[in-house]
C-alpha cells in the first residue's frame, strides 16, 4: 500500500517527466517537410496539443482495466491491492501532429489523378482533352511517425511518405503510341499568387506556345526556340523584366515563370539539364532558392537533353496560380533526389540608391528596384541508373548566385548637375523585400545520410 510519502514522490517523479517531455518539445528545432522542391515547416513549440497525458492501471507490471470503484480522483487516494500501481502516462499525440500535418502539407498537396485523351486534329497538331495530372497524396499518418522520431532524435528534416498515381490517359494516335507516349514522366509545378494581370496574361500566352511539342529521343530542348519571338505582334503585354540594375516594363513579362516551370520538371526527374541561369536576384515567384531558371529571348536559354528511349510530349496547364508543364513518354529505371537548398554568404542590401532624370516630372519618383538581399543556395541531385553493368550514381552541384539590390528611385529634376552620374544617398535601414527567398538554411536527412555539410565558400 503507497503511504502519503510514496504519494508525493510518485506525483513529483510525473511531474518531472511531464515538464521533460514539454521541454524537449518547446525546444525542439522546427522540422522541414520536403518533397522535390516543395518545402514546408512546422515548429513543434507552437504545438503543445501535440503531447497528452492519460492514466494507466498494471498490476505487477502488466497493465489492466481496472473497476470503476478503483477510479477516484480527489486529495485522498485508497488503499490499492497488493501489487496494482496506478500511474499517469504522458505520450505524444499522433493523432493530433497528424491532424497538423493534414491541414498545413496534406491538403495543399493533395490532389485528384486527372483524365486525358490525346489525339491530333484534322491539321495534324497534338491536342488534349482532358488534363493529366497525377494522383498525389501525403500519408499523413506515416508523417507523423515521423515527426515523432525526428523530435526525439533532434533531427530538422523530413522527407514527406508522398504517393503518387498516373492520370487514366487514352492515346489515340498511332504514331504517338509508337513514339512510347503512354504516362507521365513527370511534371513541373510553380505558383504565381499575387501576379498582376499583365503579367497572367503573358504567362497564359506563354504557356500556350508550348502545348503539344513533341521531343524526340535523344533530341535537346530548347525553350527559346519553341518560344519563338516575344512582343505585342505575338500577344504580349508590357510588363517588369529585369533590366541590369533595374526592374523595366518590357514585352514578356513573367515568361520566367513558365522557363522555371518546365525547367522544374525536367530537373527533378533526372534529365541532362544543359543551360540553365539562375535570376541575378531572388524573385517570391520562383521560391525556393535555386530552383529557378530565367530565359531572355536572343540571350538566355534554358536547354534539356531528352536521353529516354521514347520521345517526350508536353501538355501545358494553369489553373487558378498554378502553372504546370506535364511531361508524357516512358519512364525508365532512374531515380533522382534532390537535396537542398543550403543558403550561405547572406549580404544585406546595399545603401538606396537615387537616380536623377529628365524622364519624369521635377519632384516625381519612380521606383526601379526594391531592396533585395543577396544569398548563395546549393542543391544536390543524385540520379541513380541501372544499366546492365549495374547500378550507377551520378552526383552534380547546382550552384545559384543572387545578387543584393537597393532600393532604387529615379526622381525627376528639371536639370541635370554638372557632370552627374548616379547617386547613392542614405536612406532607411536595409529589410527584406517581400521578393526575397523565404527559405532557410537545413540540414537534411538526405544530406546527412550522404555526408554532405552546407558549403561556405566555392
Known amino acids: 500500500m503507497m503511504n502519503f510519502a510514496g504519494f508525493l514522490l510518485l506525483i513529483g517523479t510525473l511531474f518531472t517527466f511531464h515538464f521533460s517531455l514539454f521541454t524537449s518539445v518547446a525546444e525542439a528545432a522546427p522540422i522541414t517537410y520536403r518533397h522535390k522542391h516543395f518545402l514546408f515547416t512546422i515548429d513543434p513549440a507552437l504545438h503543445?496539443?501535440?503531447?497528452?497525458?492519460s492514466e494507466e492501471w498494471t498490476y505487477n507490471g502488466i497493465p489492466f482495466d481496472p473497476p470503476a470503484s478503483w477510479k477516484v480522483d480527489g486529495d485522498t487516494v485508497p488503499p490499492l491491492p497488493v501489487g496494482v500501481d496506478r500511474h499517469a502516462v504522458f505520450s505524444w499525440n499522433r493523432e493530433s501532429i497528424r491532424e497538423?500535418?493534414?491541414?498545413?502539407?496534406?491538403?495543399?498537396l493533395r490532389r485528384a489523378p486527372g483524365k486525358v485523351t490525346i489525339q491530333r486534329d484534322a491539321k495534324g497538331d497534338i491536342t488534349f482533352e482532358g488534363v493529366g495530372l497525377t494522383g498525389r497524396d501525403v500519408d499523413a499518418d506515416a508523417a507523423a511517425g515521423l515527426t515523432i522520431a525526428a523530435i526525439q532524435q533532434n533531427l530538422?528534416?523530413?522527407?514527406?511518405?508522398?504517393?503518387?498515381?498516373?492520370?487514366?490517359i487514352n492515346v489515340d494516335d498511332p504514331q504517338l503510341v509508337e513514339d512510347g507516349i503512354r504516362e507521365v514522366v513527370t511534371?513541373?509545378?510553380s505558383t504565381f499568387t499575387g501576379s498582376p494581370v499583365n503579367r497572367r496574361h503573358n504567362i497564359g500566352v506563354g504557356l500556350r506556345r508550348f502545348n503539344g511539342q513533341l521531343i524526340p529521343a535523344g533530341a535537346e530542348f530548347s525553350f527559346n526556340a519553341v518560344l519563338g519571338?516575344?512582343?505585342?505582334?505575338?500577344?504580349?503585354?508590357?510588363?517588369l523584366v529585369i533590366k541590369g540594375d533595374r526592374t523595366e516594363p518590357d514585352y514578356g513579362g513573367g515568361?520566367?515563370?513558365i522557363s522555371t516551370t518546365a525547367y522544374r520538371g525536367v530537373w527533378e526527374y533526372g534529365f541532362p539539364i544543359l543551360k540553365r541561369k539562375n535570376h541575378s536576384y531572388t524573385v517570391r515567384y520562383y521560391a525556393p532558392a535555386g530552383t529557378d531558371a530565367t530565359v531572355y529571348p536572343g540571350a538566355v536559354d534554358m536547354v534539356f537533353k531528352n536521353d529516354l528511349p521514347t520521345s517526350l510530349l508536353i501538355q501545358t496547364y494553369q489553373e487558378d496560380d498554378h502553372a504546370y508543364f506535364i511531361y508524357y513518354g516512358t519512364r525508365d529505371t532512374r531515380t533522382t533526389e534532390i537535396v537542398g537548398p543550403f543558403i550561405d554568404d547572406k549580404t544585406p542590401p546595399p545603401p538606396d540608391k537615387v537616380e536623377l532624370t529628365l524622364d519624369l516630372p521635377p519632384g516625381q519618383k519612380k521606383k526601379l528596384n526594391e531592396r533585395v538581399p543577396g544569398q548563395k543556395a546549393t542543391w544536390y541531385r543524385f540520379v541513380t541508373s541501372n544499366p546492365p553493368s549495374g547500378t550507377d550514381e551520378k552526383t552534380e552541384t547546382v550552384y545559384s548566385h543572387y545578387e543584393a539590390r537597393p532600393l532604387f528611385t529615379a526622381l525627376g529634376v528639371a536639370q541635370l548637375p554638372e557632370g552627374y552620374g548616379s547617386k547613392v544617398i542614405d536612406g532607411e535601414a536595409p529589410v527584406e523585400s517581400d521578393a526575397a527567398s523565404s527559405v532557410a538554411p537545413v540540414q537534411t536527412s538526405s544530406a546527412a545520410r550522404r555526408g554532405i555539410k552546407p558549403p561556405t565558400r566555392r
Open 48 to 53: 503543445p496539443e501535440w503531447h497528452s497525458g
Open 100 to 108: 497538423t500535418i493534414e491541414k498545413i502539407i496534406a491538403k495543399p
Open 156 to 168: 530538422t528534416d523530413i522527407e514527406l511518405p508522398v504517393v503518387e498515381t498516373q492520370p487514366e
Open 187 to 189: 511534371i513541373g509545378e
Open 229 to 239: 519571338k516575344v512582343d505585342g505582334s505575338t500577344g504580349y503585354r508590357l510588363e
Open 255 to 257: 515568361l520566367c515563370q
